[in-house]
Nanobody, 124 residues
Framework: VQLVESGGDSAQAGGSLMLSCAAS????????MGWFRQAPGQEREGLAIIDSNGNPTYADSVKGRFTISKDNGKNTLYLQMNSLKPEDTAKYYC???????????????????WGQGTQVTVSS
């Protein structure tokens, strides 16, 4: 199982970035996938998850600004981030759990497979 994030970069406040997470040895079609972030000195935070049927759930902190999606054929997970704020600065991770069907739990503790992360820095 390997999850590899990409797309992290520096951006200005109000700008946009798209993160990708390529999965190998892991099917997005049958698993629950999510995006998480961790800023220095803070706990890892769940941002958005998408279940095996494509239904998303968002944290209040990103609702309306971030969009999670996936391409089952490419086995790739995406996070489109718009209206970026300096407080979005963090290392972003994708993660998965082997759960088919509805999943709505944003807690990082229930996700078993993790990528190495990609850094997003937003300046004002």
């Amino acid at each position: 199982v390997q999850l590899v994030e990409s797309g992290g970069d520096s951006a200005q406040a109000g700008g946009s970035l798209m993160l990708s997470c390529a999965a190998s040895g892991y099917s997005l079609y049958t698993n629950c996938m999510g995006w998480f972030r961790q800023a220095p000195g803070q706990e890892r935070e769940g941002l958005a998850i998408i279940d095996s049927n494509g239904n998303p759930t968002y944290a209040d902190s990103v609702k309306g600004r971030f969009t999670i999606s996936k391409d089952n054929g490419k086995n790739t997970l995406y996070l489109q981030m718009n209206s970026l704020k300096p407080e979005d600065t963090a290392k972003y991770y994708c993660a998965g759990r082997r759960l088919r069907g509805r999943c709505i739990n944003l807690s990082p503790t229930v996700y078993t497979d993790w990528g190495q992360g990609t850094q997003v820095t937003v300046s004002s």
